[in-house]
């Protein structure tokens, strides 16, 4: 360990290599993710990466991160990482999962936070699996640098207190903060339900979708106790390469994944409705479209406000 260095929630630290960071808060996963049983949590279809909260030992935290990158210091070797702690003097954990940042290929929160290029910044949300019992009250950025593939690694800690920085909801005003980091931040784009979006890199080039909106289905009960089941109207119309994967928004949290296959006619399009479970609580609040790879160009999300349909029939 090369040293530690304690600060207050929000505070903005430069850490060794000249990057401007800071962490906010943080929010707990909704209570309705909470309430789930063990078996249901094992068994629920998270999307993508979040599937490491299938675990019933753990669950999922944001943090609220800010960054202004000075570019990574290509002289040398080294990783960035963050974990939360119950308390600063926990010793710094090893392991390769819990309580540590998980880096996913899509926003679990939007928006979601992404390492900047260099001489830029960002804010937004960091997605941490954590394991205690109680709210984690420390978060800690880890730098680990070495001058050679040879040389004994150093670990330079930046922790903030965040006992006192929890927020009930993702959708509370975030506060604080550079105003270059606030303007990436709410500068994300959210279609509205009967928008088109045509994607225009990548594997989802070309590929065409439509969300009409959303339907609670009465009377059909969902195999995984503590949930029930939801529905999208979809229209999409696939490119050659790829379909892309879609998921769904359960409190502004972007972790429910879709277990209907989506099968495209001789036209290939697929205009149907796809089905999710929501635990019993939790309010579908958005729908997004992810080639599982790319979160910005990859990537497309619309809101659910205001976007109830008749059930199907």
């Not at 290599?17 to 929010?27: C, E, K």
């Not at 390769?96 to 804010?123: E, K, W």
């Not at 279609?191 to 080039?205: D, E, I, K």
Request: aromatic share 10%; glycine share 10%.
């Amino acid at each position: 360990m090369a040293d530690v260095i304690d600060l207050d929630a929000g505070a903005q630290v430069q850490d060794l290599q000249g990057n401007l960071i800071a962490v906010h808060g943080f929010v707990q996963w909704p209570t309705a993710f909470a309430d789930l049983s063990d078996e249901t949590q094992t068994s629920y279809p998270f999307f993508g990466d979040a599937d490491a909260a299938a675990d019933p030992t753990t669950e999922l935290v944001v943090l609220d991160v800010s960054m202004c990158s000075a570019g990574i210091d290509a002289a040398g070797f080294g990783t960035a990482e963050f974990f939360v702690h119950a308390d600063k003097t926990d010793v710094l954990s090893q392991d390769r999962v819990r309580d540590r940042g998980l880096l996913t290929r899509h926003p679990v929160v939007a928006p979601g936070f992404f390492f900047p290029s260099s001489a830029t910044c960002t804010r937004g949300w960091l997605p941490v699996i954590w394991s205690g019992d109680q709210a984690p009250s420390t978060a800690r950025y880890v730098l680990t640098t070495r001058k050679s593939a040879a040389d004994d690694a150093e670990r330079h800690v930046y922790q903030w207190d965040i006992s006192d920085a929890e927020r009930n909801s993702v959708d509370e005003p975030r506060g604080g903060g550079s105003s270059a980091a606030e303007l990436d931040a709410d500068d994300a784009t959210v279609f509205r339900a009967g928008q088109t979006v045509t994607f225009v890199a990548g594997s989802l080039a070309d590929t065409t979708v439509q969300v009409s909106g959303w339907s609670e289905l009465v009377g059909t009960e969902s195999e995984l106790e503590g949930t029930r089941v939801v529905g999208i109207a979809l229209t999409v119309c696939a490119s050659a390469a790829k379909i892309p994967e879609f998921g769904l928004s359960v409190d502004g949290w972007n972790i429910a994944r879709t277990e209907t296959e989506i099968v495209v006619g001789d036209d290939g399009c697929f205009d149907d409705w796809v089905w999710f479970v929501v635990p019993f609580g939790g309010v579908p609040t958005g729908f997004f479209a992810s080639d599982g790879a790319n979160p910005m160009t990859g990537y497309a999300a619309w809101s659910l406000d205001g976007a109830a349909l008749p059930a199907p029939q």
